[in-house]
């Protein structure tokens, strides 16, 4: 039988079990991923991964499961033992049902490209350039990966909803050495192979990693600093997941309560919008199967909305915001809206700061405070009287992510596209200026 089949039977036998809710996704993946280090290509990788996910309530009681075997036995055991299991589980009273269909779908523009669907053995042409790129700028070596997939999504659900969606999706990260610490990082994604400017990032990397030579420790204090995309898309994801109305309830959201009131400055307006043209997080509909949309979220430094499903929307008495997460809602795409400064005028503003390039392990110490902690890594400078100057090390930043957000002075006019390893929910954001940023020792 095939996915369509198997997703139509398990259904009807489900719903004849006497389920209330049932949704069946198939998704389809052809990926492949090339993996290079020292300037050279040392892994090549391509697979296909095809997952029917089950989500059936009954009585309140939510049970999930999947299945990878496409075969009328495994389906049929799979449902028994979904049947058995629930008659166990613990019901959930908060469960308030999925979305009522049908429903109508706009494709997403420049959502799939066949270029990356042919691309094959051609990707190593693209590391390779970029590779070049990066030595002809100065670096000593390099290392990434370069990521393209094909995906198939079909849902179904008990109420009414038939939908598909298939999209590309392209991701290239690159880092440039020039001794073991001195270093820069770029990352780019795209749905289309000719808008990911592999080259340009490479030559950005490159020449960071060559500004960061012969770094001194960093000093410790209340800072201006110019995060560059990279390190500010790190934030608005972690904003992303505590505007999750399951965040919320769960007590790990600083944004409890704060539905009208002012969350950062007001030069900050935030957008979740699963319909962005060429946006690496888009799809035409969510996991209930609801037409994906724009939210605005902060305007203006405002908080408007949570993110919601059509479960936790009905319990905050409002609609779905289309960011079915069937357990948890999710953003989409996070767009924070660019301001009117170029990068050198956010550095002609700061007598005595920081040019940061990048951050990880970003951890919170307290999720419903929003209280956490991130290491700058790469490039990390001094800035003396609007110029770049002395490269440093050595330095955590330790903050509270609505202060920061206050505290946002100036925003870039060039937005750069995120998402990686961490940067989990896509983000396009410019630039930034955030003043008295709390600068610390990291931990021994």
Request: hydrophobic residues 40%; charged residues 25%; positive net charge.
């Amino acid at each position: 039988m095939n996915s369509e089949e198997i997703s139509s039977h398990v259904l009807d036998k489900l719903l004849k079990a006497g389920a209330d809710d049932v949704i069946i996704s198939v998704s389809k993946q052809d990926s492949s991923l090339i993996k290079y280090s020292n300037n050279l290509v040392n892994t090549t990788k391509t697979w296909e991964n095809i997952d029917l996910g089950i989500f059936m309530a009954l009585n309140k009681k939510i049970v999930l499961t999947n299945l990878r075997d496409f075969s009328l036995r495994a389906a049929d055991d799979v449902v028994d033992k979904l049947l058995k299991f629930v008659k166990s589980a613990s019901p959930n009273k908060e469960y308030a049902g999925i979305a009522k269909g049908p429903f109508s779908y706009k494709e997403i523009e420049d959502g799939y490209d066949k270029k990356i669907a042919l691309l094959g053995d051609n990707a190593i042409d693209y590391v390779e350039k970029a590779i070049n790129k990066a030595l002809a700028i100065g670096a000593k070596r390099t290392a990434g990966v370069f990521e393209n997939s094909v995906a198939d999504v079909s849902l179904l659900t008990s109420n009414d909803v038939k939908a598909r969606d298939k999209g590309t999706h392209s991701y290239f990260s690159i880092r440039a050495f020039n001794s073991k610490e001195a270093s820069g990082q770029k990352v780019g994604s795209s749905r289309m192979l000719n808008l990911l400017d592999i080259e340009n990032l490479a030559e950005e990397a490159a020449l960071i990693s060559k500004q960061s030579l012969n770094p001194e420790h960093g000093k410790f204090g209340k800072f201006d600093v110019v995060f560059e995309p990279l390190p500010f898309a790190n934030i608005i994801d972690n904003l992303g997941m505590a505007m999750s109305a399951f965040s919320v309830e769960a007590g790990l959201s600083c944004l409890k309560n704060m539905i009208g009131k002012q969350v950062a400055n007001k030069k900050i307006t935030i957008i979740d919008n699963g319909m962005l043209k060429n946006g690496f997080g888009s799809s035409k509909f969510d996991a209930e199967g609801v037409p994906t949309q724009k939210n605005i979220m902060v305007d203006k430094g405002i908080l408007k909305t949570y993110l919601h499903n059509t479960s936790t929307a009905k319990r905050f008495n409002t609609k779905t915001t289309a960011n079915a997460g069937l357990l948890s809602p999710e953003p989409t795409n996070l767009i924070v809206n660019k301001g009117n400064f170029s990068k050198q005028e956010l550095f002609e503003q700061v007598k005595n700061g920081l040019y940061i390039t990048n951050v990880w392990y970003t951890r919170f110490q307290n999720y419903n405070t929003g209280d956490f902690s991130t290491i700058p890594r790469d490039g990390i400078f001094v800035i003396k009287n609007g110029k770049i100057g002395q490269p440093i090390k050595g330095i955590r930043i330790s903050e509270n992510i609505l202060t920061l957000l206050k505290n946002v002075t100036a925003v870039g006019k060039m937005p750069e596209r995120v998402v990686g390893w961490e940067v989990e929910k896509p983000v396009v954001t410019p630039a930034v200026l955030v003043k008295d940023v709390n600068v610390t020792r990291p931990a021994d």
